[in-house]
Each structure stands twice: as C-alpha cells, then as structure tokens.
C-alpha cells in the first residue's frame, strides 16, 4: 500500500504563492508519473500539472507560467509551486501517482482570498 501525504496548503493573498509538497511512502522513481490535480466545489476533479520519471513536465491551460511542478527523488517527494495565484486557484489540491494503477493523496486545502 502507497501512501502520499500532501502539505503546505492554506490561506492566501491573490498574487501570492504557495509551496505544495507531496511525500511518498516509498521510491517516487516506481511511479511512471506523478501529478497534482485539484477540485474546486461542485467542479470536476481536474489535472493541474504532472511530471513523468524522465522529468516530462505538463501543465493545464490554466496555470501555465505560474505553476511549477517538481520531484526530489532522493526525498521521495512530489513539489508544487504555485505563483501569482488566482481565487480562481481555491481548491482542494490532491497528489496522485500512477503505477499499476493510481494512487491518491488526502487533499490539502488551497485558498486564495483577500
């Protein structure tokens, strides 16, 4: 059993950033792909941004030039970083994994908001 543990959400500004992290209960390098997906109330789940082994990196429309995502292998940890942000942002933020089959985070709350 694979657990992802997400951290570094909360409550801020518009045009503020945040750091979201997501740690791995086992090597990260046995995923094919990594990502950070997120869901807004009474929205749809969607991807926000993914990264493959060989560090492939893929946004949504919507937070290209702003978002970045990340991997520390050696941490056995996923990173988001979230710039410039948007109410539009506010969400929960869920880390996912793929291998064999998929693997989910429990959330970390994203609110932006002045």
């Known amino acids: 059993q694979v657990q992802l543990v997400e951290s570094g959400g909360g409550l801020v500004q518009p045009g503020g950033s945040l750091r979201l992290s997501c740690a791995a209960s086992r090597s990260i390098f046995s995923f094919n792909n990594m990502g950070w997906y997120r869901q807004a109330p009474g929205k749809e789940r969607e991807l926000v941004a993914s990264?493959?082994?060989?560090?492939?990196?893929m946004y949504a429309d919507s937070v290209k030039g702003r978002f970045t995502i990340s991997r520390d292998d050696a941490k056995n940890t996923v990173y988001l970083q979230m710039n410039s942000l948007k109410p539009e942002d506010t969400a929960v933020y869920y880390c996912h994994a793929y291998s064999y089959g998929d693997f989910w985070g429990q959330g970390t709350q994203v609110t932006v908001s002045s």
């Open positions: 990264i493959s082994n060989s560090r492939n990196t």
